[in-house]
């Protein structure tokens, strides 16, 4: 028999004395918040499913591109050919990255205002563009990661199909390093700053999503009307509102083959006018934002 | 550590052409103060103001020390805040949202994760802190609320309407909380129009009305502690005298009365006096009026 009891004991409370990172802790915190939301990490099953879903039909291509570029030998069949599949990856991906924005932009911004988290973060050490600019670095990373994880699986295949090794075929592929970062890029400017601005005004995901939809291939379709009959005078430089387009000439161009039948083509302006006519967009979309979240925060 | 939590200079705001604060001037110690008035008085807009979260129309206010126009990211690190409306994402899990709160807040990750745990342990959710915070009841909520609040262990958090919509039981979990607060060395801001509550946690008071200062000061004013309030059914007149001819001073008439006594406890006088007396007691309290009585009375002179 033993003579010891039990004994509870009320830790009670215990303070904080350690390190607080004030606004950078923070906005580093919203930044990973916002990425595990949009892939629905730390969520219900239901709300991983569409992340997901696009991930893997943006990735499906590459995969079966890059193993069938293994596994049949060069010079067989040029439709394995990985040497020059980095523009049609990019406008295939582009596409798919117009929805994923749909799917992101909504779901970073419109939930904390949707459910008054707002009114916690306005009570803390960062101000609203702290807070913009960590849900604007999330879009930024979950649809720059969609846009490249193809391409860096393309560049494997590029690397270690190389009749001269690994290597050799690293070094050989370097030279599109750089290139696949300026499409990402012009791909992110095109779709992200006009998804955080329409995801900034309105109220529900489901609208953000349509209403951004419905502007991308509304305008799209207006400039390709406007443009192609020539039905206002002037009415080439319209080709410049449409995002896919423009992002998608840039892409050919950076990758050196010019498509004469794209938008900016019929109506003679560069390329390179179209990447600055998106940052033009972009910046405004973005200042919108800025200007609106200044009122609620 | 200034002595105050809060001073307010002719301090005014107003949302367009509505005023909803009128040039306050106040000095809050620190402690546990009750912000008081009517839907509308101002006490959220005071609130806002002070975090920062809004700029005023007039005057200037400080929290800590610090000027709120200026310091206002210094002092969102040291105060928390629990706001009347919701701020719960009801799609995560308590354990995450308190991580998360925790890190914009600025504390490091696995600082976070601590206070996380210990917080939701002290506001009684650790058994639910992997449930989603959509599937919680309103007490729960209201609880999630105050640990967001304090999940970083500020100086000062300010609480406003904690208590709203809670039931009898959830409101009283609540306030003992808000007093627990207090023991751990965190000052306490309490808006609410239950004038109630702000007697069970605070022991200093601001009343507003429509955008005004109505009244501040302590709680429980000193001196008061020998008097006692009675009200009776019947038997006035008998315990009135039975309690002067124990030297004691009586004042009212009819069946409230007000009773001193400096040489002993009150309280036990007035039971002799009674039992002796058999006069039927409606009720007994401490004199010093209670804050409804005290509101009221500020109302009606203005």
């Not at chain 1, 991930?55 to 995969?63: E, F, H």
């Not at chain 1, 069949?77 to 991906?93: I, K, T, V």
């Not at chain 1, 295949?157 to 690994?166: F, R």
């Not at chain 2, 509101?295 to 203005?302: G, H, Q, S, T």
């Amino acid at each position: 028999m033993t003579t010891d009891r039990g004994a509870v004991y009320d830790l009670g409370y215990e303070p904080y004395h350690g390190e607080r990172r004030g606004r950078k802790g923070a906005r580093l915190t919203i930044w990973a918040d916002g990425n595990r939301r949009v892939l629905g990490l730390r969520r219900k099953a239901r709300r991983k499913v569409m992340p997901w879903l696009l991930i893997a039909i943006a990735l499906l291509p590459a995969i079966v591109s890059v193993g069938i570029a293994f596994i049949v030998p060069a010079g067989v069949s040029n439709e394995f050919n990985l040497a020059d599949a980095n523009a049609s990856f990019f406008q295939l991906g582009g596409t798919i990255v117009m929805l994923f924005t749909a799917l992101a932009a909504p779901e970073l911004l419109i939930p904390d205002r949707r459910y008054g988290v707002l009114s916690m973060l306005s009570s803390r050490p960062l101000t609203s563009s702290d807070y913009l600019a960590a849900r604007f670095a999330s879009n930024i990373t979950v649809v720059g990661g969609f846009l490249l994880i193809p391409q860096i699986l393309l560049f494997i295949g590029q690397a270690g199909t190389d009749p001269d090794g690994l290597v050799q075929g690293i070094i050989n592929s370097a030279p599109t390093i750089p290139r696949i970062l300026a499409v990402t890029a012009i791909y992110i400017t095109a779709f992200v700053p006009l998804g955080f601005m329409i995801s900034s005004l309105v109220q529900r995901k489901s609208i953000a999503a349509s209403v951004f939809l419905a502007v991308i291939i509304g305008l799209t379709a207006f400039a390709e009307a406007i443009v192609r009959n020539s039905v206002l005078p002037g009415g080439r430089w319209m080709a410049l509102l449409a995002p896919i387009n423009t992002a998608d000439a840039a892409n050919n161009w950076v990758f050196g083959s010019i498509n004469n039948d794209s938008l900016l083509a019929a109506a003679d302006i560069h390329p390179a006018l179209g990447i600055a006519a998106l940052v033009v967009i972009g910046s405004a979309a973005v200042m919108v934002s800025v200007w609106q979240y200044r009122r609620l925060m | 550590m200034p002595d105050t939590a809060f001073t307010t200079s002719q301090i005014g705001y107003a949302y367009g052409s509505v005023v909803a604060l009128h040039s306050l001037d106040l000095s809050v110690p620190r402690g546990r103060t009750g912000l008081v008035g009517a839907n509308g008085a101002g006490k959220s807009t005071l609130i806002k103001l002070l975090l920062g979260i809004l700029t005023p129309t007039t005057g200037t206010a400080t929290v800590l020390g610090m000027d709120t126009r200026t310091e206002s990211i210094d002092i969102r690190s040291v105060v928390g805040y629990m706001p009347e409306g919701p701020c719960l994402p009801l799609d995560q899990t308590a354990a995450d949202f308190l991580i998360y709160a925790a890190g914009t807040a600025g504390l490091p990750k696995q600082a976070a994760r601590q206070r996380a745990s210990d917080v939701l342990t002290l506001v009684g959710l650790n058994e639910e802190r992997f449930r989603y915070l959509g599937d919680f009841s309103t007490g729960m909520k209201q609880r999630a609320k105050l640990a967001q609040a304090i999940v970083q262990d500020p100086k000062l958090v300010f609480l406003d309407e904690p208590t709203s919509g809670l039931d009898p039981s959830g409101r009283e979990e609540m306030l003992d909380l808000i007093n627990r607060l207090g023991s751990f060395g965190i000052d306490v801001i309490v808006s609410s129009h239950v004038l109630r509550d702000i007697e069970r946690t605070c022991d200093y008071v601001v009343m507003l009305d429509e955008g005004t200062l109505l009244n501040s000061g302590p709680l429980h004013p000193e001196g008061d502690t020998d008097a006692v309030r009675i009200e009776l059914i019947d038997g006035a007149d008998r315990i009135s005298q039975e309690l002067r001819n124990a030297g004691a001073e009586v004042e009212g008439d009819g069946p409230r009365l007000t009773v001193r006594y400096g040489e002993g406890d009150v309280f036990d006088l007035v039971r002799d006096a009674a039992a002796r007396s058999g006069a039927s007691l409606l009720s007994l309290s401490a004199s010093g009026s209670s804050l409804e009585e005290r509101f009221l009375e500020r109302e009606v002179r203005r």
